[in-house]
């Protein structure tokens, strides 16, 4: 059961606000509640009472997150509600957030975000905050609660009245609620009288005198206070929240928080043990907060909370403070700087210390993260350094310089590495090899690069710290010709990264080594990242898809005309992203062109230059004789020596030679040269009998290598090809299995007499399932009782009668698209052109998954849908009666998959609105298995959904008519809404006993 969320006590003694408590028990009524205040008036408390009070009658889970000023940061702020939700997944910001919550129904959530104030208008948090305003569940509910909001897209709610509003004149005690606590404080409620209600004032005028006005009454307590509990205060107050040993690690002494909190009015503990001061006393106490805010910063750099360092700086003025967190700020994260951050720091500081080589410094890196070709980059870094003389600077510079492949500045860089100051930290080794990787790769060396970017340390440092160390490694391992390597790198790093391009490392990896495994994830993917990642993902996109038959889709100059890049590793990029699309159009001369041009102007002496050009090795080899020349009597990497095999064998076989064509693995074929080159090679293969490439090609990638057969080279092996290959048929079939099995061609159901032939059915049956099998599997499962030979001669007539089903079309003589029979393999071959049922609701559920992890709910809604609507009936059922056990596990994988998509599906429509719908798949779900936990809980909140008390009560009688069957109790969340679902008059022990058993 879902544990209860952690909410703050209260900030003083607790007064019972029941009339606004049972106000904001409206927002379990409507999206959104805001509640609106300045400091004092007790926003925070009578939310955390209203949540408590939810504990006894719950409705739903309530989840509480605290901003604070990190959480300007849209990753913050969404890493921090998914931690709320303990829900981490896949997707980020605001669509993972929604996808939490969506997991979670049918309960309702509510999400309570207080101190909303600390994330600013314009801020990427705010932006969250508004998309997640726009894209709210049916089943989740926002409170907003801050002394103001960040401009968010409230209006269209506001009219639908789906906004509970509470403010000032709610929040304000009234002349009872004085009274009541005057009472409980044994104070005469007279000395309030002054201060109108104020929560905040009306405390401390109990505490310090008659109808004291803020600053006599904060005066007043200050004064009584002891040295210690006053620092101990002021220390407090800086931290926001603490433990005693944060406290004492600011005042320099032992303290005891729970004294200051039975001596100072508007202190209090949280629920995790933690105290927190009052906004108020932080108002009140800056300027004595100077004497400790030094202390105190180094405790909140220590959390990771630079943003709030940097606000306790700024409070106080205190620009040399401010500085030191600058130089934090960008060594901690380099090439991932909080922009608004560090432009929200810029902002404060004034004139007379903008020219701080710190505030230089983080001035460059704004400018970076902004244009990395921004020429004050360097002058900024260059004037940052004589000042600091600090791993920041440098690395800030490396980062830049790299950027741009400039090698004088990186090895200028270089040179400085040795000024550091001070014993080697974690960040300055990681800083140093990487400057001598940087500058080795540059040079040509990325042998040596490799050797010096293994040595940095990528524990204790700064995460972005660690992938910017991660990738580099990454990338000279492909530089080295070990891309296998780099694939596993990849995997084990970067696949849970937030960018997509990073989590496509490993697959990129992968095909350069020859790999086609992850072709799916390749083909197709969307270019992101920045700038830069968009050019280098398009050059390598480019080259995909040109073997992959895809070069159509790219235009001539993915990456710009060549000539236009002025440094050869960008020159390089390009020209092998024309080359690639111009072969994979048919135009080899243009390909050859562009690298004769581009080798006039990039000499292959170059170091740097050659190694880039490796990374396009085939292309390369094959399109420049003098490029073939150096390769031909280098030394190469894995990676690259597999690349080179591939060119050189199509090389050889163009003169004559197709002995190393006859042993290259097909694999690197695709992976290695544009497809119009792969289906020469296989049609130069097949002219000599070996037709093995050439239908693996057009089993992978389907009828674009007929196309390009029709026009390859030699004509005699591409006729062979042609003839042996079969083409793709006249008409897509169809085949269903989730029910009887039925055939239709086009989209027209068909009956031919073949379908009537049970062997048929059940030999298609299980080729759908395991759609490879031996001759001698096929017999011992359809004619376990029969001799061998009698089995085999049944099998025959059957896969007859199986190809005219396939194939009507099929000439006499002609191989079958569909079924191949390889040697002793059946194969029935997936292609576009067959369908079947089965393996569509296997790939629905696959890109089920992936939209979910996307954050994408209403695509997962349409897959689900389609999915439901596959079943038709039992799976499988020609399958029942064989004596083979794959087939009945198969049959069982499949209801099992058919329950949970009805309930998915469900749940998705419970959170978007659509009770009805909702309430009818759980109908569905329980007729399958009426003891269903989930598809009770999803019939019990539809039905309260949907407002129907004769659907509240068939429901609840439903389920407990199934609880009290099975002998066992409902389980937490079935419980809960199990109590919902009683009327409101219903019996008091019915509704304990519910109670009772959900606790």
């Not at 005309?561 to 020209?575: I, T, Y």
């Not at 031909?632 to 064509?661: C, F, I, M, Q, Y």
Request: aromatic share 4%.
């Amino acid at each position: 059961m879902w544990e209860p969320t952690i909410v703050p006590r209260s900030l003083d003694v607790e007064l019972p606000r029941l009339r606004l408590v049972d106000r904001l028990a409206g927002r379990w009524e409507r999206p959104v509640t805001v509640v609106v205040a300045g400091a004092g008036f007790g926003k925070t408390t009578v939310v955390a009472q209203a949540v408590r009070a939810h504990l006894l009658e719950p409705r739903g889970v309530d989840v509480w997150v605290g901003c604070a000023p990190v959480h300007e940061s849209a990753e913050a702020l969404a890493g921090a509600l998914l931690q709320a939700l303990q829900g981490v997944g896949a997707a980020r910001g605001a669509r993972g957030v929604v996808d939490a919550v969506v997991r979670m129904a049918p309960l309702d959530v509510c999400l309570v975000l207080d101190d909303v104030h600390e994330i600013p208008s314009g801020s990427p948090g705010a932006g969250l905050l508004a998309e997640l305003v726009r894209n709210l569940p049916a089943t989740a509910h926002l409170v907003l609660c801050g002394r103001e909001l960040p401009e968010l897209p409230l209006a269209r709610r506001e009219a639908a009245g789906e906004v509970l509003r509470v403010g000032v004149e709610e929040l304000s005690f009234t002349g009872t609620e004085v009274r009541a606590l005057g009472r409980a404080l044994g104070r005469d409620p007279a000395l309030a009288g002054a201060v109108r209600g104020w929560p905040a004032l009306v405390r401390l005028a109990f505490a310090a005198g008659p109808a004291a006005p803020w600053r006599y009454a904060r005066e007043e307590i200050i004064a009584r206070l002891p040295e210690d509990h006053r620092a101990a205060l002021v220390a407090l107050a800086a931290l926001h929240t603490a433990t005693d040993d944060e406290v004492a690690a600011v005042t320099g002494e032992p303290v005891a928080l729970a004294d200051l909190a039975r001596r100072v009015p508007l202190v209090c503990v949280l629920e995790d043990g933690r105290y927190r001061a009052h906004e108020l006393w932080a108002q009140a106490l800056s300027a004595e907060t100077r004497r400790l805010h030094r202390r105190a910063a180094e405790v909140l750099t220590a959390r990771g909370d630079l943003a709030r360092a940097g606000a306790l700086a700024q409070r106080s003025g205190d620009w040399e403070l401010l500085a030191e967190l600058a130089v934090v700020l960008v060594n901690t994260t380099l090439s991932a700087l909080p922009d608004v951050t560090a432009r929200r720091w810029l902002d404060w500081v004034p004139d007379s210390a903008r020219d701080a080589p710190a505030f230089l410094l983080l001035q460059a890196a704004v400018l970076h993260a902004r244009d990395f070709a921004d020429p004050r980059i360097d002058p900024l870094l260059d004037r940052a350094w004589q000042g600091l003389k600090h791993t920041a600077v440098l690395g800030q510079a490396v980062i830049t310089a790299h950027s741009r492949a400039d090698l004088p500045r990186l090895a200028e860089l270089a040179r400085r590495a040795g000024e550091l100051r001070g014993a080697p930290t974690a960040i300055a080794l990681v800083l140093r090899h990487s400057v001598a990787a940087t500058v080795a790769e540059v040079g040509g060396d990325p042998e040596a690069a490799l050797a010096e970017i293994e040595r940095a340390p990528v524990v204790d440092v700064p995460r972005p710290v660690a992938l910017a160390t991660v990738r580099f490694h990454y990338h000279c391992l492909n530089m080295c010709g070990r891309a296998g390597e780099a694939a596993d790198l990849a995997d084990s790093a970067l696949a849970d990264a937030d960018e997509q391009h990073l989590r496509l490392n490993g697959p990129v990896a992968r095909w350069f080594d020859g790999d086609p495994a992850d072709l799916a994830l390749l083909r197709g993917a969307p270019l992101d990242g920045t700038a830069r990642d968009c050019f280098v993902s398009a050059a390598f996109q480019a080259v995909i898809a040109a073997c992959c038959g895809d070069a159509g889709d790219w235009c001539p100059l993915p990456c710009g005309d060549p000539a236009g890049h002025d440094n050869p590793r960008d020159a390089v990029l390009a020209c092998a992203a024309r080359a690639a699309v111009a072969v994979g159009g048919g135009d080899e001369a243009v390909a050859r062109r562009t690298f004769a041009e581009h080798l006039a102007r990039w000499p292959v002496a170059d170091r740097f230059h050659e190694r880039h050009l490796r990374r396009f090795l085939a292309l390369g080899y094959v399109l420049s004789d003098g490029l073939r020349a150096v390769w031909d009597r280098t030394e190469l990497g894995p990676s690259h020596a597999k690349a080179r095999a591939a060119a050189r064998a199509l090389v050889l076989a163009r003169s004559g030679d197709v002995g190393p064509a006859t042993r290259l693995p097909f694999e690197h074929a695709l992976c290695f040269l544009p497809l119009p080159w792969s289906v020469e090679l296989a049609a130069r293969l097949a002219a000599v009998g070996d037709l093995g490439l050439g239908g693996w090609l057009a089993d992978v990638l389907g009828p674009v290598v007929h196309r390009w057969l029709r026009s390859a080279t030699p004509r005699a092996g591409a006729a062979r090809l042609l003839a042996a290959v079969p083409p793709p048929p006249a008409t897509r079939t169809r085949v269903d299995v989730l029910g009887a099995m039925r055939v239709t061609r086009d989209g027209a159901p068909v009956d031919p007499p073949e379908l009537r032939r049970v062997r048929v059915r059940q030999l298609l049956g299980a080729l759908v399932v395991r759609p490879a099998v031996t001759r001698e599997q096929a017999c011992g499962l359809l004619w376990p009782d029969l001799d061998p030979a009698d089995a085999a001669r049944n099998l025959r007539v059957t896969l007859t009668h199986l190809r005219r089903l396939l194939d009507p079309d099929r000439a006499r003589g002609d191989a079958s698209f569909h079924l191949r029979t390889t040697g002793d393999t059946i194969r029935l071959v997936r292609s576009r052109w067959l369908d079947v049922d089965l393996w569509r609701l296997d790939a629905l559920s696959a890109d089920v998954r992936a939209a979910r992890a996307e954050g994408d709910l209403d695509r997962a809604k349409e897959l689900l849908a389609e999915a439901v609507e596959l079943w038709r009936g039992e799976p499988l059922p020609d399958l029942a009666d064989l004596p083979d056990a794959e087939p009945g596990l198969e049959a069982d994988r499949l209801r099992a998959l058919h329950g949970r998509n009805l309930l998915d599906l469900g749940e998705l429509c419970l959170v978007s609105g659509e009770p009805s719908r909702a309430g009818y798949l759980a109908d569905r779900a329980l007729a399958r298995d009426p003891f269903a936990p989930r598809a009770h809980r999803l019939l019990l909140a539809a039905a309260l959904k949907g407002r129907d008390p004769a659907r509240v009560t068939a429901a609840r009688a439903t389920v407990e008519a199934a609880l009290a069957q099975l002998g066992a109790p409902a389980d937490g969340a079935t419980a809960l809404l199990l109590r919902q679902a009683l009327p409101p008059t219903g019996d008091r022990e019915q509704r304990g006993a519910v109670v009772s058993s959900w606790r």
